[in-house]
T-cell receptor, first 111, second 115 residues
Framework: GQQVMQIPQYQHVQEGEDFTTYCNSSTTLSNIQWYKQRPGGHPVFLIQLVKSGEVKKQKRLTFLFGEAKKNSSLHITATQTTDVGTYFCAGRVTGAQKLVFGQGTRLTINP | NAGVMQNPRHLVRRRGQEARLRCSPMKGHSHVYWYRQLPEEGLKFMVYLQKENIIDESGMPKERFSAEFPKEGPSILRIQQVVRGDSAAYFC?????????????FGEGSRLTVL
């Protein structure tokens, strides 16, 4: 079945350092989404990417959808303590409606 | 516009009892998803429903688990004869009918503890 793998599982950085999480799917995706979950909270939608090679930016966050539509990344520039949480990618296979989540990358930050 | 409402937020059950988790989607949303999250782990897809229909239940365990989304009222995830391994956070998410390939709006989750 469809699998979405995400690395690293954990990342600890100093405040101000950059952070990247990577997402790989076993199958070609129709779209990929990213969510953030704060400790003890629920997932909150960040962005959706649809086109091959698409790049989107939200302030210090940069999202990429690979050319083959099987991988994606999220890069945070100059992390802040408010960035703490777990970042999940989630993908849909073309024709399917269920959204399959990666295992998430838990980001912790040393102030 | 109220968000996705889940209740109870916390539920404690003894082994062998039944757990019923309820989810009211956002107003105007007719698609509901249920996910399970074990501590320190990701979100595992369980089931996707539309009003009165189960669309995809490929993530549901074959036994003891069932879900429904009736024409009136909330979606319900039912776990019969709970075991300790069922302890987890259960998240419901909804999406509007015209954007079934779009973002999901999550509730705050129901945290089930089985003693």
């Amino acid at each position: 079945g469809q699998q979405v793998m995400q690395i690293p599982q954990y990342q600890h950085v100093q405040e101000g350092e950059d952070f990247t999480t990577y997402c790989n799917s076993s199958t070609t995706l129709s779209n990929i989404q990213w969510y953030k979950q704060r400790p003890g909270g629920h997932p909150v939608f960040l962005i959706q990417l649809v086109k091959s090679g698409e790049v989107k930016k939200q302030k210090r966050l940069t999202f990429l959808f690979g050319e083959a539509k099987k991988n994606s990344s999220l890069h945070i520039t100059a992390t802040q303590t408010t960035d703490v949480g777990t970042y999940f990618c989630a993908g849909r296979v073309t024709g399917a409606q269920k959204l399959v989540f990666g295992q998430g990358t838990r980001l912790t930050i040393n102030p | 516009n109220a968000g996705v409402m889940q209740n109870p937020r916390h539920l404690v059950r003894r082994r062998g009892q039944e757990a019923r988790l309820r989810c009211s989607p956002m107003k105007g949303h007719s698609h509901v998803y249920w996910y399970r999250q074990l501590p320190e782990e990701g979100l595992k897809f369980m089931v996707y429903l539309q009003k009165e229909n189960i669309i995809d239940e490929s993530g549901m365990p074959k036994e003891r688990f069932s879900a429904e989304f009736p024409k009136e009222g909330p979606s319900i995830l039912r776990i019969q004869q709970v075991v300790r391994g069922d302890s987890a956070a259960y998240f419901c998410a909804s999406s509007p009918p015209s954007r079934h390939t779009g973002e999901l709006f999550f509730g705050e989750g129901s945290r089930l503890t089985v003693l």
